[in-house]
C-alpha cells in the first residue's frame, strides 16, 4: 500500500497567521496533487504539481513539491476564516489517485 | 465544466438491502470513473475504477459482489451497495476522467451519505 502521511492531522490557528501542511511518501509520484473538502462535499483540486522541486502560488497558498517527487508542502500565508476545510494531498501514478491521510485545518476569527 | 453530479446525496436504508448509487458527468463524457469510499474522519480510499462497456478493476479487499459497478455509458457509472450492513455506512465519492483532459484529471461528485440501520 502506497502511503500518503500528512501532518499535522489537525491545525487550529487564529486568523492572519501563517501555516505549513506536510505531505510525505517513501513512493514516487508522477505528479502530486492538493485537494480541499468541506463537510458533505466532494473534494476540490486546488493544484497539481509536477516537476521535483516545482514550487506553485496560487494566491495565498503556495505548493511545493520535493526535488525527488515523494514529497510536498502546503503553505498559506495570512489564513482567513475560509480556508477553513480538510486538506488532502493526493499521488498520481497513472490514472490512479492515492489520497493522503488529511488535515483538518480550523481558522479562527 | 466538468460536473459531475451523484444521487441520491443522502440514503438510508435497513441492513440486509440493497442499494444503488448514481454517478453522472452532466456536461462531458467521461473516459473512466472512479468510486471511493470515506469513513468519518478518515481520507478518501478507492474502491474501484470503471471503463465504459467493461468490467471494474477493484482494489486489494474490496468486495466485487457485495460492491456492484456497472458503466453503462460514457456518463454514467451505478455503484449498488448490496446485503448492506452498518459498517458499510459512510461517505460514497464518485469521480470522472474527461476523455478530452490529461489522464489523471479527476472531476469529483459530491458525494453519497449512506446509513444503514
Known amino acids: 500500500t502506497q502511503l500518503l502521511e500528512q501532518s499535522p492531522q489537525f491545525l487550529s490557528i487564529q486568523e492572519g497567521e501563517n501555516l505549513t501542511v506536510y505531505c510525505n511518501s517513501s513512493s514516487v509520484f508522477s505528479s502530486l496533487q492538493w485537494y480541499r473538502q468541506e463537510p458533505g462535499e466532494g473534494p476540490v483540486l486546488l493544484v497539481t504539481?509536477?516537476?521535483?522541486?516545482e514550487v506553485k502560488k496560487l494566491k495565498r497558498l503556495t505548493f511545493q513539491f520535493g526535488d525527488a517527487r515523494k514529497d510536498s508542502s502546503l503553505h498559506i500565508t495570512a489564513a482567513q476564516p475560509g480556508d477553513t476545510g480538510l486538506y488532502l494531498c493526493a499521488g498520481v501514478r497513472g490514472e490512479k489517485l492515492t489520497f493522503g491521510t488529511g488535515t483538518r485545518l480550523t481558522i479562527i476569527p | 465544466g466538468a460536473v459531475v453530479s451523484q444521487h441520491p446525496s443522502r440514503v438510508i436504508c435497513k441492513s440486509g438491502t440493497s442499494v444503488k448509487i448514481e454517478c453522472r458527468s452532466l456536461?462531458?463524457?467521461?473516459?473512466?470513473m472512479f468510486w471511493y469510499r470515506q469513513f468519518p474522519k478518515q481520507s478518501l480510499m478507492l474502491m474501484a475504477t470503471?471503463?465504459?462497456?467493461?468490467?471494474?478493476?477493484?482494489e486489494q479487499g474490496v468486495e466485487k459482489d457485495k460492491f456492484l459497478i456497472n458503466h453503462a455509458s460514457l456518463t454514467l457509472s451505478t455503484l449498488t451497495v448490496t446485503s448492506a450492513h452498518p459498517e458499510d455506512s459512510s461517505f460514497y465519492i464518485c469521480s470522472a476522467t474527461p476523455r478530452w483532459g490529461s489522464y489523471n484529471e479527476q472531476f469529483f461528485g459530491p458525494g453519497t451519505r449512506l446509513t444503514v440501520l
Open positions: 504539481v509536477v516537476t521535483g522541486g
Open positions: 456536461d462531458f463524457q467521461a473516459t473512466t
Open positions: 470503471s471503463n465504459e462497456g467493461s468490467k471494474a478493476t477493484y
